[in-house]
């Protein structure tokens, strides 16, 4: 497909869960629903006081866990939620303080992972590697051990593999949970 109308597009592309022919892109301006039967694009943005800032619709990763929740990782804006059947985006940002002061440099989301029982491990550039409850809209910290300064806190990289392990990438170390 050639993309038109799209001002950027970004990978990576996550498959529509209960639509085969729907795909959803992660744009540097926004999100895009992808219909590839019509090969028409609709475009979300995600709007703070009707104002769509780089902040909050930088989107350089998207994962759908259900048919009402796709999860989406900005530069800066931390981890979004978007709910495509209302349309509503929201913010979970990991440091709520620095997104405050729209702090381009915090809430880095590189990589958005689903577990088994409804979290979702996220990797940001900053601050680790986190395991995120959306019911309690909580974070725990899950890598590297706060207690050793010397490990990188920049994760980039999840991935499930057939063994039942989970991997999880930093700039330093490549970490296994089996």
Not at 46 to 70: G, M, R, T
Request: with cysteine; proline share 4%.
């Amino acid at each position: 497909y050639k993309v038109t109308g799209v001002q950027t597009c970004a990978l990576p592309i996550s498959a529509d869960l209960k639509d085969k022919d729907i795909l959803w892109l992660a744009g540097t301006d926004g999100l895009y629903r992808f219909d590839t039967r019509t090969s028409e694009f609709q475009h979300y943005e995600n709007k703070k006081n009707n104002v769509a800032e780089w902040l909050n619709n930088s989107f350089h990763f998207v994962c759908q866990q259900s048919a009402k929740d796709i999860w989406l990782g900005t530069w800066g804006g931390g981890l979004v939620h978007f709910n495509p059947l209302t349309g509503v985006f929201t913010n979970h940002p990991h440091n709520p303080t620095a997104y405050q002061k729209k702090n381009l440099a915090a809430n880095v989301i590189a990589n958005i992972l689903p577990t088994s029982s409804g979290s979702l491990y996220v990797s940001t550039l900053d601050q680790g590697l986190f395991e995120y409850f959306p019911d309690e809209r909580r974070y725990e910290k899950r890598l590297p051990d706060s207690t050793k300064k010397e490990f990188s806190q920049h994760f980039t990289g999840i991935t499930n593999t057939s063994d039942g392990s989970t991997w999880f990438c930093a700039n330093d170390m490549l970490y296994q949970k089996h």
